[in-house]
């Protein structure tokens, strides 16, 4: 839904009003979901082969790796910036932007089930 409605302004307008609206805060609500799943998902040494289960081991290699684009894409920067009172619409398009990282990380998930 989100390429599609950043793609045609007046369908922002649509997703911004029920139902659409309930579906995309459950869509942006399990981002966050998936931001507490990768700080909670084992690390795998690449030498070794062993399994870490320790928050020690695994939040430095997701802060390292997959949070910054997890962050980015599903923090609401447009109503930050709405709130702030900024119209700019360079920052708008920025914004919108940024939501759409989620799908690089998606294209990486498919890249990793395709080289299993």
């Known amino acids: 839904m989100l390429p599609f409605g950043l793609s ?4 922002m307008v649509m997703l ?3 139902p659409f609206s309930y579906i995309m805060h459950v869509i942006y609500g399990a981002y966050v979901v998936d931001i507490f799943i990768g700080f909670n998902t084992s ?3 690449p030498f070794t082969g062993d399994e870490y289960f320790s ?3 695994i ?3 997701y802060l390292g790796g997959a949070f910054l684009v997890d962050f980015l894409s ?3 920067f447009n109503e930050i910036r709405l709130y702030l009172g900024n119209t700019n619409l360079s920052l708008k398009l920025l914004c919108d932007l940024l939501r759409l990282l989620k799908v ?3 294209s990486g998930i498919e890249k990793m089930i395709r080289d299993s």
């Open 16 to 18: 911004a009003e029920p």
């Open 59 to 61: 939040v430095p290699h």
């Open 8 to 11: 045609f302004d007046y369908m």
């Open 74 to 76: 599903t923090v609401y």
């Open 43 to 45: 690390v795998l040494n």
């Open 55 to 57: 928050w020690r081991k």
């Open 104 to 106: 690089l990380r998606l």
